[in-house]
């Protein structure tokens, strides 16, 4: 057993070294050209040969099998190339898939030449170029149809490439289209041949609403005959104004319209329409604008709706109403003064000392943003010199006197002081109490003598008024009795006079 494992060993090693090859690869773009059965017998050689579309170049094709191995293929293939397929009389070769195997060309004729072939194309083969180059002959237009109520010129019987040919109208009619022609690339006239049409486009008056037909021409309105718009009063225009009658019997560009002018309805910050508002006013409307409390407006309050859909004037603003710290010389802002003040804020004044306030001390922030009533004024108290006749001021006297001077007097020789000799300078710049009085001694005696005489004579003037009631009074009593009286009574008179 151990015998017969050696040897199969041993013929497996003998193979190796002096065995068959199996089928050879070959390099890129080549193919095996052989009708030998794989395995191959050692000493066996095949050849290679390039494929369809490629040639050699270099190296021999064949390889041999020795000891179950192939030699080297030194055989290299490269594609085909047709290299050029030859020269077109005006014309030229197009090789847009370059030259090698399997590439196609056409051939391009110079302009004014056409390309006559049954298939304008040759194909890169493996003999080189396969197919008949296209020719290129000179290109030529038929004589185009003739047109109704037209012609063109120079009649021929064909015409060459880029001739052009111009055509006309016969009569009113005019030409709708292109006045030339030109032999194509394609042996045919372009642009297409035009038309002669009569041309005559409707009466525009009617055709626009709101309008009138402020100028241009008059009927008939032949090609190129314009009129001119205008639009009536609160209407505005959208288009062009002018129009002019086109080829097709129609107004062109498109006509205009007349469309009623409409504002629509401002809108401004902190502010309203007076009245009831409405999304759009028409042409001429007018509309007024107010502001809210605490605002005020800046601009014109009434707007009209005018032409293109614009108010009269620019939408107003309204600007929130604000009022400056107020100042007043000599007095004060009662509690905490702000740098602003709103509408309707009020504001206390109130004097420093020696200073009298003089109008409203209260004011309010108003709608102008001005304070109302007006700021009030704290004046400075000042009193004038005292003057008492027969008496001094004791010390040096001032012109003036601020408030709570004081000011103490005396008297000149021969004079008495009555009510209190200093006074002060008070709230409503007087002097207070009431200034005193220097009153001369002998012309104090004399006044007092006069005032016992003045007594006496009262007494006496009383006296004579109860006399004469009582004499009176007796005369009517006797009257009463059915008396003549016939004098004055002595009993009376001395009555009257005790």
Request: charged share 15%; glycine share 10%.
């Given at each position: 057993m151990r015998t017969s494992v050696v040897l199969a060993v041993f013929l497996g090693v003998v193979r190796t070294v002096h065995g068959d090859c199996d089928r050879p690869t070959g390099g890129a773009n080549t193919e095996l050209i052989t009708d030998v059965t794989f395995p191959a017998s050692d000493g066996t050689s095949v050849y290679f040969t390039c494929e369809v579309g490629y040639q050699r170049e270099g190296g021999s094709g064949t390889v041999t099998c020795s000891g179950g191995t192939w030699s080297r293929l030194k055989m290299r293939c490269t594609i085909r190339n047709c290299g050029s397929a030859g020269e077109v009389i005006n014309g030229r070769v197009e090789y847009s898939e370059g030259t090698d195997f399997g590439a196609t060309a056409r051939v391009v004729c110079n302009e004014g030449y056409i390309v006559v072939a049954f298939e304008n194309k040759i194909f890169c083969g493996v003999n080189g170029w396969q197919g008949r180059l296209a020719t290129c002959e000179v290109l030529k237009c038929d004589a185009p149809n003739p047109i109704a109520d037209g012609y063109f010129s120079p009649v021929k019987e064909d015409y060459e490439h880029?001739?052009?040919?111009?055509?006309?109208?016969?009569?009113?009619?005019?030409?709708?289209?292109?006045?030339?022609?030109?032999?194509?690339?394609?042996?045919?006239?372009?642009?297409?041949?035009?038309?002669?049409?009569?041309?005559?486009?409707?009466?525009?008056?009617?055709?626009?609403?709101?309008?009138?037909?402020?100028?241009?021409?008059?009927?008939?309105?032949?090609?190129?005959?314009?009129?001119?718009?205008?639009?009536?009063?609160?209407?505005r225009m959208e288009g062009q104004a002018t129009v002019t009658c086109d080829i097709n019997s129609k107004w062109g560009p498109a006509l205009p319209?007349?469309?009623p002018i409409e504002c629509k309805a401002p809108e401004v910050k902190n502010g309203e329409v007076v009245g009831a508002a409405?999304?759009?006013?028409?042409?001429?409307?007018?509309?007024?604008?107010?502001?809210?409390?605490?605002?005020?407006?800046?601009?014109?309050?009434?707007?009209?709706?005018?032409?293109?859909?614009?108010?009269?004037?620019?939408?107003?603003?309204?600007?929130?109403?604000?009022?400056?710290?107020?100042?007043?010389?000599?007095?004060?802002?009662?509690?905490?003064?702000?740098?602003?003040?709103?509408?309707?804020?009020?504001?206390?004044?109130?004097?420093?000392?020696?200073?009298?306030?003089?109008?409203?001390?209260?004011?309010?922030?108003?709608?102008?943003?001005?304070?109302?009533?007006?700021?009030?004024?704290?004046?400075?108290?000042?009193?004038?010199?005292?003057?008492?006749?027969?008496?001094?001021?004791v010390g040096v006297p001032r012109p003036s006197y601020k408030h709570m001077?004081?000011?103490?007097?005396?008297?000149?020789?021969?004079?008495?002081?009555?009510?209190?000799?200093?006074?002060?300078?008070?709230?409503?710049?007087?002097?207070?109490?009431?200034?005193?009085?220097?009153?001369?001694?002998?012309?104090?005696?004399?006044?007092?003598?006069?005032?016992?005489?003045?007594?006496?004579?009262g007494v006496l003037l009383s006296?004579?008024?109860v006399g004469c009631c009582v004499y009176?009074?007796?005369?009517?009593?006797?009257?009463?009795?059915?008396?003549?009286?016939?004098?004055?009574?002595?009993?009376?008179e001395t009555v009257a006079l005790s």
């Open positions: 880029s001739e052009v040919i111009t055509y006309g109208c016969e009569g009113q009619h005019k030409l709708n289209g292109s006045k030339t022609a030109t032999c194509g690339d394609n042996g045919q006239f372009h642009p297409a041949p035009p038309k002669c049409v009569l041309v005559n486009c409707p009466e525009p008056s009617t055709m626009v609403s709101n309008s009138v037909v402020a100028g241009g021409a008059r009927p008939p309105y032949v090609l190129q005959s314009s009129v001119t718009f205008r639009c009536a009063a609160g209407h319209k007349c469309n409405r999304p759009t006013y028409k042409y001429d409307e007018t509309v007024t604008l107010k502001c809210q409390t605490g605002y005020k407006l800046n601009g014109q309050s009434t707007l009209m709706c005018k032409d293109m859909d614009q108010w009269s004037a620019a939408l107003p603003t309204c600007i929130m109403i604000v009022c400056q710290t107020p100042v007043v010389q000599g007095g004060v802002v009662v509690g905490v003064p702000r740098p602003s003040y709103k509408h309707m804020d009020t504001v206390t004044f109130e004097c420093i000392s020696g200073h009298v306030l003089s109008g409203e001390s209260t004011v309010t922030c108003s709608d102008n943003s001005q304070w109302s009533p007006k700021l009030p004024e704290c004046t400075m108290i000042v009193c004038q010199t005292p003057v008492v006749q027969g008496g001094v001021v001077d004081t000011v103490t007097f005396e008297c000149i020789s021969g004079h008495v002081l009555s009510g209190e000799s200093t006074v002060t300078c008070s709230d409503n710049s007087q002097w207070s109490p009431k200034l005193p009085e220097c009153t001369n001694e002998k012309a104090g005696n004399e006044g007092h003598t006069l005032k016992v005489v003045l007594s006496v004579l006296l004579s008024v009176f009074g007796l005369l009517k009593k006797k009257k009463g009795a059915g008396k003549e009286y016939t004098g004055a009574p002595q009993d009376a």
